[in-house]
């Protein structure tokens, strides 16, 4: 697991989450720990290690 962090696209704080980075691709919903609003999560990631990461409004 990985510490990750990254601005909230509602509040723009910085938060932080863990990554799993044994699994390659994935995209789930996580609610942000400061505002509560739900952000869309999108991870690759190769050889333990994050190449891609992005928090999106859901709202979009």
């Keep these: 697991m990985h ?5 909230c696209p509602y509040c723009w704080e910085q938060i932080s989450m863990l990554v799993d980075a044994s699994q390659k691709h994935q995209k789930y919903i ?5 505002c509560c609003n739900p952000i869309q999560v999108s991870i690759v990631a190769e050889n333990q290690d994050v190449v891609s990461f992005y928090a999106e409004n859901i709202e979009q």
Excluded at 3 to 7: A, D, I, K, P, T
């Design 3 to 7: 510490e990750y962090f990254f601005q």
């Design 30 to 34: 996580e609610d942000c720990e400061i």
